[in-house]
């Protein structure tokens, strides 16, 4: 039997698509008036074919139901627990408590560093912030769990105090355990629940929001040649395939957040196909989080190295992503980041 899949395109944004959807020309994009569309593109394996939304009705029954079937998921509009979305995206700012990250590794290891970065972050504008002591880098090695723990407690805490809506970065589950106590807010493991088989249970009774990550391999071995039949359809057959496994395990909340992981396991070539095609994540029926923040991408396109200098190339990157509906941007330079984003939606939403 063929699969299809259904991709959101054709956008439109600001005063022009608050016009088309009450002219009924377009649909929102998450419920988002000003983002619309009046097209999707109907995806098999073997080939893609761009409709109009006016044309659906014309269609064969089976393939109406499924194009309508996704598109009440496309247009509805995203809700997680204690998280207010807005038309632009919301900004998870970073903070690497570990020695080894590629970007900022060693700097934030102490707590007077941290908890001076952890107060910078929020007065930039970070929504959410993402705490990690284990880096996941390409050829990053596992470390203890306790090794990890001990790096984030003190930081979690004073995060917590000062308001702090807090994701922890971690694949174990003695470090989520540990701190459910100090009242984190949501999971981010990036192994998609594979790592650590107690993860499970521990979300099952914790009911706590989390991103369902995409990664093939591990950090140590992610990067050794990655293939895919095809990336987009893969990845999205993988989300398809865990959501119906955290449902079987009784996780029956909507606090899901879906993350495509670029850069976790995929080369230039899966990087821009994944970001060039994210809309189609959004049929999936949950919030979009993108961690692109001075990702290597950035530095196979531009040509510079150094990844303190790849600020650019992650605000391009970023106003993309809000032009194809996504909800969270994970990233390092929140200011930068939420300047372009607000001089942006200035231009096209009048916001």
Same mark, same amino acid.
């Given at each position: 039997?063929?699969?299809?899949?259904?991709?959101?395109?054709?956008?439109?944004?600001?005063?022009?698509?608050?016009?088309?959807?009450?002219?009924?020309?377009?649909?929102?994009?998450?419920?988002?008036?000003?983002?619309?569309?009046?097209?999707?593109?109907?995806?098999?394996?073997? *080939?893609?074919?761009?409709?109009?939304?006016?044309?659906?009705?014309?269609?064969?029954?089976?393939?109406?139901?499924?194009?309508? !079937?996704?598109?009440?998921?496309?247009?509805?509009?995203?809700?997680?627990?204690?998280?207010?979305?807005?038309?632009?995206?919301?900004?998870?700012?970073?903070?690497?408590?570990?020695?080894?990250?590629?970007?900022?590794?060693?700097?934030?290891?102490?707590?007077?560093?941290?908890?001076?970065?952890? $107060?910078?972050?929020?007065?930039?504008?970070?929504?959410?912030?993402?705490?990690?002591?284990?880096?996941?880098?390409?050829?990053?090695?596992?470390?203890?769990? $306790?090794?990890?723990?001990?790096?984030?407690?003190?930081?979690?805490?004073?995060?917590?105090?000062?308001?702090?809506?807090?994701?922890?970065?971690?694949?174990?589950?003695? =470090?989520?355990? $540990?701190?459910?106590?100090?009242? @984190?807010?949501?999971?981010?493991? @990036?192994?998609?629940?594979?790592?650590?088989?107690?993860?499970?249970?521990?979300?099952?009774?914790?009911?706590?929001?989390? =991103?369902?990550?995409?990664?093939?391999?591990?950090?140590?071995?992610?990067?050794?040649?990655?293939?895919?039949?095809? @990336?987009?359809?893969?990845?999205?057959?993988?989300?398809?395939?865990?959501?119906?496994?955290?449902?079987?395990? !009784?996780?029956?909340?909507?606090?899901?957040?879906?993350?495509?992981?670029?850069?976790?396991?995929?080369?230039?070539?899966?990087?821009?196909?994944?970001? $060039?095609?994210?809309?189609?994540?959004?049929?999936?029926?949950?919030?979009?989080?993108?961690?692109?923040? *001075?990702?290597?991408?950035?530095?196979?396109?531009?040509?510079?190295?150094?990844? !303190?200098?790849?600020?650019?190339?992650?605000?391009?990157?970023?106003?993309?992503?809000?032009?194809?509906?996504?909800?969270?941007?994970?990233?390092?330079?929140?200011?930068?980041?939420?300047?372009?984003?607000? @001089?942006?939606?200035?231009?096209?939403?009048?916001?």
């Amino acid at each position: 039997m063929v699969k299809y899949y259904t991709r959101a395109c054709n956008f439109y944004y600001g005063q022009i698509s608050k016009d088309k959807i009450n002219k009924k020309k377009s649909l929102p994009l998450n419920g988002n008036k000003l983002i619309s569309f009046d097209s999707i593109e109907l995806i098999t394996r073997k *080939k893609k074919r761009l409709i109009k939304i006016k044309n659906i009705k014309s269609l064969r029954s089976n393939v109406k139901k499924k194009i309508l !079937k996704d598109l009440k998921e496309i247009t509805k509009i995203k809700k997680i627990k204690k998280i207010k979305f807005k038309p632009f995206p919301l900004l998870m700012g970073i903070l690497n408590v570990t020695p080894d990250s590629f970007s900022d590794g060693g700097k934030y290891l102490k707590s007077k560093s941290a908890n001076r970065q952890i $107060n910078k972050l929020k007065k930039e504008g970070a929504e959410i912030i993402d705490i990690g002591g284990e880096s996941t880098r390409p050829n990053s090695n596992t470390i203890d769990d $306790n090794i990890e723990w001990n790096r984030v407690k003190s930081k979690i805490k004073y995060a917590k105090k000062n308001g702090i809506f807090v994701s922890l970065d971690t694949r174990k589950s003695l =470090v989520l355990k $540990n701190s459910l106590p100090l009242k @984190v807010n949501m999971l981010n493991d @990036v192994s998609g629940l594979n790592f650590d088989d107690k993860m499970i249970s521990i979300l099952k009774k914790s009911k706590i929001p989390f =991103v369902l990550h995409h990664m093939q391999g591990t950090p140590k071995t992610m990067q050794k040649n990655p293939k895919y039949k095809n @990336v987009t359809l893969d990845i999205y057959d993988f989300f398809e395939k865990k959501l119906k496994s955290i449902r079987a395990n !009784k996780i029956n909340h909507n606090n899901i957040i879906l993350d495509p992981g670029i850069g976790f396991g995929k080369n230039l070539k899966h990087n821009i196909t994944l970001l $060039n095609q994210i809309s189609i994540f959004h049929s999936l029926g949950f919030p979009v989080m993108l961690g692109i923040s *001075k990702k290597k991408f950035i530095k196979d396109i531009a040509g510079t190295n150094d990844s !303190k200098y790849r600020a650019g190339g992650t605000a391009s990157s970023s106003i993309h992503s809000l032009m194809q509906g996504v909800q969270i941007l994970r990233v390092h330079d929140v200011n930068e980041i939420k300047q372009s984003i607000k @001089v942006f939606s200035k231009i096209i939403f009048n916001k």
